[in-house]
């Protein structure tokens, strides 16, 4: 998007939205599939894809290298960190945080507040980051946190 641009020209998306954010690179222009509602407040970044029906609360942040499938729902001041792929029919919540590296199936729901983390050895500096996996048809709860690494089985609850 050129600075002429402004994103609320695009179908969709809500006054104070920032659509195809630089994140330091030649990025490829943000993709958002048609019905989609992105509410005030919120910014994807530049090669991020989402098919259509997506939702958005409020002061959503989704970063670079993502890839959302159709029908999703990220609530209200929810974070979605780079290189991470989520399914269709999701269901996050409001104020999740999902860490790069995260992979989410579909049909899956992310309660309210619930935290998915990528360092296992916080403190430490030169470290693999490595995001959870949640399989098709899951349901993590409110305010759970998810640690790295940890899969959560199809069909789990």
């Not at 006054?15 to 048609?34: I, M, N, Q, R």
């Not at 989520?86 to 507040?113: A, C």
């Not at 935290?115 to 470290?127: G, K, M, S």
Request: glycine fraction near 16%; avoid cysteine; hydrophobic fraction near 35%.
């Amino acid at each position: 998007m050129s600075d002429a641009d402004d994103a609320t020209e695009r179908p969709g998306a809500g006054e104070g939205v920032t659509l195809d954010h630089p994140h330091g690179g030649d990025g490829e222009p943000t993709v958002v599939g048609d019905g989609a509602t992105v509410r005030s407040g919120s910014i994807l970044y530049e090669d991020v894809t989402v098919g259509e029906g997506l939702t958005t609360g409020h002061n959503v942040l989704i970063r670079e290298h993502t890839a959302i499938g159709d029908d999703v729902v990220v609530g209200t001041n929810t974070v979605v960190d780079g290189w991470t792929e989520i399914g269709s029919n999701v269901s996050l919540q409001t104020g999740v945080y999902v860490p790069s590296y995260t992979k989410i199936g579909d049909r899956v729901f992310v309660g309210p507040r619930a935290v998915l983390t990528n360092d296992p050895y916080p403190i430490r500096q030169e470290v693999d980051l490595v995001g959870p996996t949640i399989e098709d048809d899951a349901s993590v709860g409110a305010n759970a946190t998810v640690l790295p690494g940890v899969t959560i089985g199809e069909g789990s609850f």
